[in-house]
């Protein structure tokens, strides 16, 4: 089975632009997690899409945003863009039951200059 | 509220030693998982291990074993004849609650030097 897979894998961008990260889950998986990985924060959740739907979010402030397709891909976006927002993003994929594991892509590396 | 602690930051031993990164955790669930992540410098997460609260079964796995002891909260995991492929930054994590969120620790950063 392919893994998860995110595009694109380098991002640069300007304060105030906005951008969208991509995620492939595995296949039959539905649930798609996001995470910010700073060196200062480490691993922070973002949100959790579940057959389409937001089953959970973390502390983030609502410049960032994700949805789930019907084929359980998952973007994620994160408007008016700041330097702080300069991480590594990573997706993660699980089947969504109780007992299953998640399973994370290669991450997203965005600079904000 | 949930938490993972994973103590040590940094640590550097020569290749072959034992090493044992801690975790300990807090919850109030008694059903919950645990899991062990590494992540290489190219970025990605590799899930390690995963075990739920029922099971204090210790395990190995080659050079891997993991020491789960409820009644300390902790979640150790041992490499021995350590090499310098091990080296990475290892996450310990806790999935559980009503909101099924998953904590991660901050991470351990191994470094195995030849």
């Known amino acids: 089975k392919a893994g998860v897979t995110q595009t694109p894998r380098y991002l640069i961008k300007t304060r105030g632009q906005q951008v969208t990260l991509s995620c492939s889950p595995i296949?039959?998986?539905?649930?798609v997690s996001w995470y910010q990985q700073t060196p200062g924060q480490g691993l922070q959740f973002l949100f959790e899409y579940f057959s389409e739907t937001q089953r959970n979010k973390g502390n983030f402030p609502g410049r960032f945003s994700g949805r789930q397709f019907s084929n359980s891909r998952s973007e994620m976006n994160v408007s008016t863009l700041e330097l702080g927002d300069s991480a590594l993003y990573l997706c993660?994929?699980?089947?969504?039951?109780?007992?299953?594991?998640?399973?994370f892509g290669p991450g997203t590396r965005l600079t904000v200059l | 509220a949930q938490k993972v602690t994973q103590a040590q930051t940094e640590i550097s031993v020569v290749e072959k030693e034992d090493v044992t990164l801690d975790c300990v955790y807090e919850t109030r669930d008694t059903t919950y998982y645990l899991f062990w992540y590494k992540q290489p410098p190219s970025g990605e997460l590799v899930f390690l291990i995963r075990?739920?609260?029922?099971?204090?079964q210790n395990e190995i796995s080659g050079r891997y074993s993991w020491n789960f002891q409820k009644s300390t909260s902790s979640f150790n995991f041992t490499i021995t004849a350590s090499q310098v492929v091990d080296s990475a930054v290892y996450f310990c994590a806790l999935r559980g609650g009503r909101d099924d969120k998953i904590i991660f620790g901050k991470g351990t950063r191994l470094h195995i030097l030849p």
């Open positions: 296949s039959g998986h539905r649930s």
């Open positions: 993660a994929s699980r089947t969504g039951e109780d007992t299953d594991t998640q399973y």
């Open positions: 075990r739920n609260s029922f099971d204090e």
